[in-house]
């Protein structure tokens, strides 16, 4: 069964950085490996709609943000250790939201189950 397992979140001042970590396990048992996924960053906000933040490709070579995001935020991963990260900087208050893991390759789609990041003095 696959899993994804975030950390990472808390609070946080305006203008300080957070490192997500999305761990991911039970691929070896599911129909590819995790090198095949690209993997995604959603938040959601309280009262709002949850929103794609930040996506990288299977192999690590392309990635792509969101508008609000761009040269704040940088998605990673190590297929090695079946691990993606989201390095938060500059944080704003807007950032503030649950951040859950996505985990996608064609109709096989996979979620964690959120962390918390809250920006506020």
């Known amino acids: 069964q696959v899993q994804l397992v975030e950390s990472g979140g808390g609070l946080v001042q305006p203008g300080g950085s957070l490192t997500l970590s999305c761990a991911a396990s039970?691929?070896?048992?599911?129909?590819?490996?995790?090198?095949?996924?690209?993997m995604s960053w959603y938040r959601q906000a309280p009262g709002k709609e949850r929103e794609l933040v930040a996506t990288?490709?299977?192999?690590?070579?392309?990635?792509n943000y969101v508008d609000s995001v761009k040269g704040r935020f940088t998605i990673s991963r190590d297929n090695a250790k079946n691990t993606v990260y989201l390095q938060m900087n500059r944080l704003k208050p807007e950032d503030t939201a649950v951040y859950y893991c996505?985990?996608?390759?064609?109709?096989?789609?996979?979620w964690g189950q959120g962390t918390q990041v809250t920006v506020s003095s």
């Open positions: 039970g691929f070896r048992f599911a129909n590819y490996d995790f090198n095949n996924y690209a």
């Open positions: 990288i490709s299977g192999g690590g070579s392309n990635t």
């Open positions: 996505r985990a996608g390759y064609g109709v096989s789609v996979y």
